[in-house]
């Protein structure tokens, strides 16, 4: 099975900088990694998405943090990142890593894997 890591949350003040990172690991002979994305969920509120990234890189976004976060991965380290800037008090949730596996041998979708999620909490 594939186990997503999380790192890089933790305590800003407003207009402050994080940087999430998640590794992704997987046995290369049996799983590839297609799409990885960021969700996040507040106190009360449904899980969104935030980002998301394809293998070859086009990403998306949720309106909320277009033009302050961006999303990147490392392919062969299976591992994506979401930098994230100009952060609001808005921002603060626990924040999920995700992976869409895809299963080699089989030629086929799998599952998508989620990681423990990491808390990101932006206030003076």
């Known amino acids: 099975q594939v186990q997503l890591v999380e790192s890089g949350g933790g305590l800003v003040q407003p207009g402050g900088s994080l940087r999430l990172s998640c590794a992704a690991s997987?046995?290369?002979?049996?799983?590839?990694?297609?799409?990885m994305g960021w969700y996040r969920q507040a106190p009360g509120k449904q899980r969104e998405l935030v980002a998301a990234i394809i293998r070859g890189g086009s990403t998306n976004y949720s309106d909320s943090v277009k033009g302050r976060f961006t999303i990147s991965r490392h392919n062969a380290k299976n591992t994506v990142y979401l930098q994230m800037n100009s952060l609001k008090p808005e921002d603060t949730a626990v924040y999920y890593c995700?992976?869409?596996?895809?299963?080699?041998?089989?030629?086929?979708?799998?599952?998508?894997?989620w990681g423990q999620g990491t808390q990101v909490t932006v206030s003076s």
């Open positions: 995700t992976a869409e596996v895809y299963n080699i041998l089989a030629g086929e979708y799998e599952y998508d894997a």
């Open positions: 997987a046995n290369a002979t049996i799983f590839s990694i297609n799409t």
